[in-house]
């Protein structure tokens, strides 16, 4: 496989406050804000204030959790199911918003950058957190960090295809989304291998 496409959302939906600081806070590391690894196994509802925009994904600005319309979740099949924890979205009356779900992976990919990448580990955690370089033309993916997964959640709440699962929604210009074709590399570009395991 020489590419994947890189799903990215344009915007974000803010959570509730009271859910956040009551509910949420207790699931995330205090010193770099991101999710506990142990809160990936299983699927992650949310409160949300308002409702998502038209677009076809989101992500939950605080807790940083992927939102997806169940129309595009629909698009890619049982593949999505197996391979995400897919939760459900409330509004700050905890009403079901039908039209939403939240989708979390396992063991997310982190997009690599060039040379000027650096990571740092987290004071708080001890998670290495990765931080990839200026020029977006040096994006990419390690082939090391895939296995056989057809999609995948991506760092920053955005997702994964393998060229197979994009052809499912190839050809329609999704509202809200930026859709990139990524190379992967044998190599990392930005010299760090390997990568540390505790990135997520």
């Known amino acids: 496989m020489?590419?994947?496409?890189?799903?990215?959302?344009?915007?974000?939906?803010?959570v509730d406050r009271e859910w956040y600081e009551f509910i949420w806070r207790k699931r995330e590391c205090p010193g770099c804000f991101t999710m506990y690894a142990d809160q990936r196994t299983q699927p992650v509802d949310v409160v949300v204030e308002g409702r998502p925009s038209r677009a076809v994904t989101?992500?939950?600005?605080?807790?940083?959790?992927?939102?997806?319309?169940?129309?595009?979740?629909?698009?890619?099949?049982?593949?999505?199911?197996?391979?995400?924890?897919?939760?459900?979205?409330?509004?700050?009356?905890?009403?079901?918003?039908?039209?939403?779900?939240?989708?979390?992976?396992?063991r997310p990919i982190e997009i690599r950058g060039g040379p000027d990448s650096y990571g740092r580990l987290c004071e708080?955690?001890?998670?290495?957190?990765?931080?990839?370089?200026?020029?977006?033309?040096?994006?990419?993916i390690h082939r090391a960090s895939l296995s056989d997964q057809p999609i995948y959640e991506a760092n920053a709440?955005?997702?994964?295809?393998?060229?197979?699962?994009?052809e499912r929604i190839r050809g329609k210009k999704w509202k809200g989304v930026w859709i990139t074709r990524l190379p992967v590399y044998d190599g990392p570009l930005d010299g760090i291998d390997p990568f540390p395991e505790n990135y997520y």
Not at 79 to 85: D, I, V
Not at 157 to 166: D, K, M, N, Q, V
Request: net charge neutral.
């Open 2 to 14: 020489k590419f994947l496409y890189w799903i990215e959302p344009k915007g974000f939906c803010d």
């Open 58 to 106: 989101s992500y939950a600005r605080g807790p940083m959790i992927g939102l997806i319309r169940n129309d595009f979740l629909k698009l890619l099949g049982e593949e999505a199911q197996r391979w995400l924890h897919i939760g459900r979205v409330f509004d700050s009356k905890t009403r079901l918003i039908r039209e939403w779900s939240t989708f979390i992976g396992e």
């Open 157 to 166: 709440a955005a997702l994964l295809l393998t060229p197979g699962l994009y």
């Open 124 to 140: 708080e955690c001890g998670r290495y957190l990765y931080t990839e370089g200026e020029d977006p033309k040096l994006m990419h």
